[in-house]
């Protein structure tokens, strides 16, 4: 099945980074290869993000021959894009996994979400990653209606999972670390992080060279012809591999329909304003730590290792990304600080993510030989990253970790894949009528 332009060739030149402040602040330029001619290896990745990058350098690490496939270039993608929240748990709340599988497997799933973000850490640390890696996140609540769930939640996190890194915060205390009335109360996870993303992307990518893996860019995947081994099928070439990895995550579109049924590409924003200076930028969030609202259309943001703003928020259901994202992305950043309205932007770019209909990542057997992991919904820095971990040692033959999250259901949107975009923007309309309210 041939793939389609879809999302892949929508907003972006192709095989060209968008000019946003991760690229222009990168440690480094890599460039590989585009794949040509006939290759045969033990696993094929066909996407060069966290998941893809962490499968390969896995593998290679177990002494597989790893071959590494990106349409555009390494951390084209949402990975080298989004806004460098190293979270803590999975995407949905304990109290919501709990009910949608049960205490045991919910703790489960924490304790895998709690891997995820110390295997981040520990490859920073192993490969010597300079990505301006720092401590927290603040979750903070836009309504007062939300404050006395998050001192629950808080609490619950410290006596059901034993995770003592989280603490309650009241009004008086959110308004002292950031200088807006837009927060009533929250929760401060200093057990979370955040960092410049693209810079992690490319650590991986050099430990990835360094491994042995064999990476192209330019290298779109245009047909996967299942068997043992399966055959990979582009423009100038075809890898024959015994085992095939998807982490496409929202770029899969058709050439896997069954992954593409339950993860949707959205398009999301950041703009980066000009140099702060250090008194503004500690004024705006007092001890550096990143935020996330609680609007269902969620304001992200922290400051950059040169005091920049850098401000996601949003929201916008055309295929196409806005003609000015600058313009488009300012408008939330004024709404949380109204002072910053004669501070110039300096960078708007967008990216495209895969959200799941539960919002948990879809981890998938596709076949005997054929993995997938994707639909990490925004929560992607660490749990891609582990994604990427879990299917190299289901290839390696220990499955059980990956099995964990592949036990969690993820449905089909409904309407399809031709239905589910006005479908999902009609669900998307309502939640940010709901923000309003």
């Known amino acids: 099945m041939a793939i389609s332009q879809g999302f892949l060739h929508a907003n972006d030149k192709a095989g060209q980074y968008p000019a946003s402040y991760y690229t222009a602040t990168a440690n480094k330029q890599l460039s590989f290869p585009t794949l040509e001619g006939e290759h045969t290896c033990d696993v094929c990745v066909i996407g060069a993000g966290y998941a893809g990058l962490s499968a390969a350098l896995h593998l290679a690490e177990r002494g597989y021959k790893v071959h590494l496939l990106d349409a555009h270039r390494v951390g084209w993608g949402a990975s080298g894009r989004n806004g460098g929240q190293l979270g803590s748990g999975q995407r949905k709340d304990q109290d919501e996994l709990e009910s949608l599988v049960g205490l045991e497997r919910a703790k489960e799933l924490w304790g895998l979400a709690e891997t995820a973000k110390s295997l981040t850490k520990n490859l920073i640390a ?19 209606s939300y404050v006395k769930h998050s001192k629950a939640y808080a609490e619950k996190l410290a006596n059901t999972y034993n995770y003592a890194d989280i603490r309650f915060v009241g009004t008086a205390e959110i308004q002292e670390m950031l200088d807006t009335t837009a927060y009533h109360g929250g929760t401060l996870d200093m057990g979370a992080a955040h960092l410049h993303p693209f810079n992690f992307v490319l650590g991986l990518a050099d430990a990835c060279k360094n491994a042995g893996v064999q990476i192209f860019e330019n290298s779109e995947v245009l047909e996967v012809e299942k068997g043992e081994p399966a055959k990979l099928k582009l423009a100038n070439g075809q890898v024959t591999a015994r085992y095939v990895v ?62 920049r703003l850098l401000f996601g928020g949003g929201e916008s259901y055309s295929f196409q990304f806005p003609r000015d994202i600058k313009a488009f992305v300012r408008k939330p950043m004024l709404q949380v600080y109204p002072q910053l309205k004669d501070v110039p932007i300096e960078y708007g770019w967008g990216g495209t993510l895969g959200i799941t209909l539960n919002r948990m990542p ?20 660490a749990m891609a990253t582990l994604a990427g971990q879990l299917m190299a040692e289901a290839i390696d033959g220990q499955a059980s970790r990956f099995d964990v999250m592949e036990k969690v259901p993820t449905h089909v949107f409904p309407g399809g894949r031709h239905l589910r975009w006005p479908l999902m923007v009609l669900g998307m309309l309502y939640y940010s009528l709901r923000d309003r309210l």
Not at 248 to 266: F, H, Q, T
Not at 273 to 294: F, K, M, Q
């Open 362 to 381: 879809y981890f998938a057997k596709l076949a005997p030989n054929m993995l997938n992991a994707s639909g990490f919904s925004g929560h992607g820095v």
């Open 246 to 307: 998807f982490a496409c995550n929202g770029y899969i579109d058709s050439l896997e329909k069954r992954v593409a049924a339950r993860v949707m590409p959205i398009n999301n924003y950041i703009i980066a304003t000009e140099p702060l200076g250090e008194d503004l930028a500690r004024s705006l969030i007092s001890n550096d730590v990143a935020v996330a609202d609680s609007r269902f259309v969620i304001n992200y943001y922290r400051l950059s290792a040169d005091n």
């Open 126 to 144: 192993k490969y010597q990653i300079q990505c301006d890696l720092k401590p927290g996140i603040l979750h903070a609540d836009h309504k007062q």
